[in-house]
Nanobody
Framework: QVQLVESGGGLVQAGGSLRLSCVASGRSFSRYHMGWFRQAPGKEREFVGTISSNSGATGYADTAAKGRFTISRDNAKSVVYLQMNSLKPEDTGVYSC???????????????WGQGTQVTVSS
């Protein structure tokens, strides 16, 4: 059983930064590719980015978040991070981390999910 818990969300003004963390427990964290997703109020969940199990590769959605967000991980601590810079109001939403044995951007391929952390960006 794999459990994921996000933290680091909060309220920030446009142009500010936040770093989200996702701590994993259970089976070996280093076996999984990790992804970040977000869901704005009234909208569908969307892929943000992913990082390979050994940190050898990263991938990001072709959205406005690309170039402003960076994903990283520390397998020794079983933690994955999402650094968010130059935040905009449209970045507001619930951010969730997820684990997958497969490489990709589809939410359906991720087997384990955290509960999410709220990010609110004000103008």
């Amino acid at each position: 059983q794999v459990q994921l818990v996000e933290s680091g969300g909060g309220l920030v003004q446009a142009g500010g930064s936040l770093r989200l963390s996702c701590v994993a427990s259970g089976r070996s964290f280093s076996r999984y590719h990790m992804g970040w997703f977000r869901q704005a109020p009234g909208k569908e969940r969307e892929f943000v980015g992913t990082i390979s199990s050994n940190s050898g590769a990263t991938g990001y959605a072709d959205t406005a978040a690309k170039g402003r967000f960076t994903i990283s991980r520390d397998n020794a601590k079983s933690v994955v991070y999402l650094q968010m810079n130059s935040l905009k109001p449209e970045d507001t939403g619930v951010y969730s981390c997820a684990a997958s044995a497969q490489w990709g951007s589809r939410g359906s391929q991720y087997e384990y999910w955290g509960q999410g952390t709220q990010v609110t960006v004000s103008s």
